[in-house]
Every structure is written in C-alpha cells, then in structure tokens.
C-alpha cells in the first residue's frame, strides 16, 4: 500500500513536568537515542508524503535531532494542547487525505504496527482509527468506551481520561496509545468543534472521538498485540525502565547473531551496535555509538567502548575506556587503557595497563605495556615503549608530533619531547629526557651522569646511631642540678 496520502506528525512540543527535568521530555535519552528519535525513525520507512515534528520547549535541540532524519518541524507556541498542535500543523499538513499522529515519547513504537494501523484505516474507510492495548494495570491510561449494545464492533464511541472516569469505567482495561489516524477532512471539521472545558483551557485531540462518533463516522481501533510498544515516559522510573527494556532487546539482537554476553542485564548496547559472530562481552560492558565489533573478539568486564571499530580476533582486557578508533586484527588492549579519539592500533600490538592514547599510530607487533602516555604520535612495526614513557606533545600553545620508528627500543621512564624523531633500530636509555632527535641504530641517552661514592652509606649509618646514643644537652644539665640537690 503506498503512503503517499498521508502526513505525520508527531508531538514534541511538551516540557514534561512529571520529570521535574530542565531537559524537554522527548530529548530525554533511552536505549541510546533520545525519546523522539526512536519515533522518528519507527516512522521513516513509512514512506509518507510528509513527516512534522511538532515542537514549542526547546524547539532548537529538538530540530537538531530530527531534521536529519528527514522531518520537518513545526512550531507550536504557546502549547495549548494536542488538538491545538494538529491545528498548528494543519498548513505543513496541506492536501494530504489521511494524518498519522504520534505522540514523541513512544520510544517502543514499532513501524510494522504502523503500517498495520495505517492499512487498517484506508481500509476501514473510517474517520478515525486509534492504535489501543489491553493492559493489565491501565492506570493513568484513558480508557476506550465500546458501544454497550455492540462491544465487539470494533467501534469506539469516546475515550475517557483516567481522571474522569465514572462507576465500573475504571474497571476498563483497553486503553488509549495516543497514536491515531485520521481522514484529515473530517478531522478538522471535529477540531472546530471542539471547546478547551478543562482546568488547562487546552484542546485535547481525544475530544474529537466523541462527537465524531455521535455524528456517525466511523471511530475503530486497532488493538496492538504486544502493549509494551505503547508505554511512555512521564517519571524517572518509567525512563529506566524503557532503557533496560530496549538495551536487552539490543543485546538479545546481538546473541541472536552470535555473541556470547555474560550477565546481560548488565551489559549497555546502543541500537547503532553490530558484532560478527563468536565474540564474547563480559559482565558490565558498555558498547556505545556506532561501534562495530569483528568475530572472535573478548570484550573483558567493565569495558567501555565509544565509536570503535575493532577487527576480527582483538582482545580487550577489563575496565578499557576505548573512544572514536581503531584496532586491527589480533591486537591486545588492557585491562585499564584509555583511548581518547584517533587512534589507530595495528595488527598485533599490544597496549596494556594504564596506558593512554590520544592520536597516535601504534605499529604492527608495537609493544607499550605499562603507564605510558602516548599522544600525537606515530610508532613503527615491532618497537617497544618501556613503562612511563611520555610523549611531551604540548608546549603551552600547539601539539607536536613525536615519530618512532621501526624495531626501536624505548627505555623506562623516558620523556620524548616533541617534536622529536627516533629512528629506525634505535635505542633511547631509561630515564632520558629526549629533546633532539635520535638518529637510526644509535643509543640515546639524556640523563646526569651517575657517581657511587664508596663507603658513604656506611659512615652514614654510623653518624646516625651516634646521634641515638649521645646524651641530649638539656637531659645533662637537669642531672647536675638534681645531683647538686
């Protein structure tokens, strides 16, 4: 069925009080999007003429997130409802026959209940047709009023708030997803019947079911099978809970390609994540962004992973802080290595603990293993970096290279100042402070002369048992006066 006769709209307009949050309640993050971004791409591949994010707090944030999803906005100021935003919306709505309309916290929407919901109305060539669930606890829900002589209709006669609910109305457990089409004519011509008799003073879009159902037109609803997918977020608790929910169905997707995860209720996985078959995550693993996993990697506890690229057979031992790089096949990092961004790590190397790198290329078989730090940097095939190196990238104005070539040996403790080059096959001595460069197959050495002074700890020693022994000035003088007594 083509689309092509039908708007969206979404509603993004909201502050979202009940989270006592600065933040705009759609820009809310869970399961590593923010709550309208999930609708947004559920609605993507809909193909509709238009899609319309309805926006008033924080229309700017909001913007940035959807425009490049290929919707439009539309701002709703001041908001007076969710009535008033179709109306707002009308215009960039323009000729189109039918208007889909969801609310922007519906992170759980999925578009194959869209396309069902959207067929259905076209079908049904009803004036309206509501997307509803059957839950167990309804609370908080408007409630769906079937007509009492014929229930099984699959009419709807009004929808009730939960706060207006009469007699057994409370004991209704079909309710209300916010998620509508509509056949715009008939829409707008409800709309304009319509009065804000709230506290709010505000038009609710639910008031428009009534009187079109009192009119005759045909009001249905389609009932949504599984009715999670309707769940929004009005309280902290209900964010956690749509973040855990949507961060085990990611991990699920990736045990069902072939990962293996231990604990994964405790694992952290973007929607944007992919892995090949056969890696392994350990317990409390984060994997963020749009990081793409080889096959056959280990991905040790606690480890977060930010943008990462990793190849085929790499190691990361536990507790690495990895952003915005790269490690190619069968390499080693950590357990506690921090990489901030452009790194590159080539085949086989091997970074280890308590080593951090910003913007460097590390070499096939490069060797740095302990408390170095290694930034702007470029180090050939097959050297070693000894514990404590430092590249001194910054002088106070700009960053400088530091170039290390292949099959050097770089001492403990050493302090490259850049820019500064090594060559090919060179040896620096532990402890140097190196500020010129060190040219290929030589030694070299940047440190104050050593100088044993024989016997000296000895005298030493003695001078300080003396000093122990020795009766103290003042304790002598009190003796005398107590003896003189």
């Not at 971004?37 to 003429?49: D, F, S």
């Not at 405790?266 to 984060?286: F, M, R, W």
């Not at 292949?406 to 080059?421: E, K, M, Q, Y």
Request: contains cysteine.
């Amino acid at each position: 069925m083509s689309n092509r006769n039908f708007a969206i709209v979404i509603l993004a307009a909201g502050k979202g009080t009940r989270l006592k949050s600065n933040l705009a309640k759609v820009l809310h993050p869970v399961g590593g999007r923010a709550l309208v971004e999930h609708v947004v791409r559920a609605c993507k591949p809909l193909g509709a003429r238009g899609m319309f994010v309805v926006v008033g707090h924080q229309a700017e944030q909001v913007g940035n997130i959807v425009l490049g999803l290929g919707a439009k906005t539309v701002l709703q100021q001041p908001q007076r409802g969710t009535g008033h935003a179709l109306l707002v919306a009308r215009k960039a709505i323009g000729g189109a026959k039918h208007v889909l309309v969801l609310p922007g916290d519906a992170p759980r929407i999925r578009t194959e209940t869209l396309k069902a919901l959207m067929r259905a109305h076209v079908e049904s060539g009803a004036a309206a047709t509501l997307l509803t669930a059957v839950l167990n606890d309804p609370r908080g829900y408007g409630r769906i009023i079937r007509p009492e002589n014929d229930p099984d209709s699959g009419r709807v006669t009004a929808v009730i708030e939960q706060s207006k609910l009469q007699g057994n109305q409370d004991d209704i457990r079909e309710v209300n997803s916010s998620v509508y089409c509509f056949s715009t004519a008939k829409l707008w011509q409800a709309l304009a019947s319509v009065r804000p008799n709230n506290p709010h003073h505000e038009l609710y879009l639910t008031d428009v079911v009534e009187p079109l159902a009192a009119q005759g037109e045909k009001v249905l609803a389609q009932v949504v099978s599984d009715g999670t997918e309707i769940f929004g977020c009005n309280t902290r608790a209900e964010l956690a809970e749509l973040d855990r929910a949507l961060r085990m169905q990611a991990a699920e997707s990736l045990m069902a390609a072939g990962v293996s995860i231990q604990y994964p209720e405790t694992v952290v996985i973007d929607p944007d994540v992919t892995s090949g078959a056969d890696s392994t995550l350990g317990a409390g693993v984060q994997l963020l962004g749009h990081t793409r996993l080889g096959a056959n990697c280990r991905i040790g506890a606690g480890s977060i992973l930010t943008d990462m690229t990793i190849a085929d057979g790499v190691t990361v031992k536990p507790y690495s802080v990895l952003s915005a790089s790269k490690i190619a096949g069968g390499a080693q990092v950590g357990p506690f290595t921090h990489f901030r961004e452009g790194v590159v790590v080539e085949e086989d190397a091997r970074i280890g603990n308590f080593v951090e790198v910003k913007k460097t290329t590390v070499g096939r078989r490069v060797k740095a293993m302990h408390l170095s730090y290694l930034g702007d940097a470029r180090i050939g095939d097959e050297t070693n970096v000894g514990a404590g190196t430092i590249t001194c990238n910054y002088d106070g104005v700009k960053k400088n290279a530091t170039t290390i070539g292949r099959r050097v040996f770089i001492g403990s403790d050493t302090a490259l100042v850049a820019p500064v080059r090594v060559g090919d096959g060179a040896y620096v001595a532990a402890g140097s402070v190196i500020t010129e460069n060190v040219p290929p197959d030589a030694l070299g050495v940047a440190r104050g002369r050593q100088t044993n002074k024989l016997g000296w700890a000895r005298a030493r020693r003695r001078e300080m048992e003396s000093k122990k022994t020795s009766p103290k000035k003042g304790a002598s003088r009190k003796a005398r006066r107590k003896r003189s007594r």
